[in-house]
Nanobody
Framework: QVQLVESGGGLVQPGGSLRLSCAASGIIFSSAAMGWYRQFPGKQRELVARITSGGSTNYADSVKGRFTISRDNAKNTVYLQMNSLRPDDTAAYYC??????????WGQGTQVTVSS
């Protein structure tokens, strides 16, 4: 069974930092493209960052320069380092995996709240 388990969400002050982790199981992690998405209340889920199996990265313009996605294939884990957080970063963040360009999996989500 494929599982994506997120952790690291929570409450942080504006300007602060947070690191999200997503541990994957049930897939050949090194071959999978991984991503982070977020969803604001009443809005569609949107891409935050993604990283291919080869290590290429892509970011939404709104987070470029502030967020960094990385992966550790030995730990089957993808990370999202979030710096310079803003209140409008407040959202539910979801881990995503695309396997063989065909199958898509989602984690359960973790809440990030940026507030003073």
């Amino acid at each position: 069974q494929v599982q994506l388990v997120e952790s690291g969400g929570g409450l942080v002050q504006p300007g602060g930092s947070l690191r999200l982790s997503c541990a994957a199981s049930g897939i050949i992690f090194s071959s999978a493209a991984m991503g982070w998405y977020r969803q604001f209340p009443g809005k569609q889920r949107e891409l935050v960052a993604r990283i291919t199996s080869g290590g290429s990265t892509n970011y939404a313009d709104s987070v470029k320069g502030r967020f960094t996605i990385s992966r550790d294939n030995a730990k089957n884990t993808v990370y999202l380092q979030m710096n310079s957080l803003r209140p409008d970063d407040t959202a539910a963040y979801y881990c995503n995996s695309v396997v063989n360009w065909t199958y898509t999996y989602w984690g359960q989500g973790t809440q990030v709240t940026v507030s003073s």
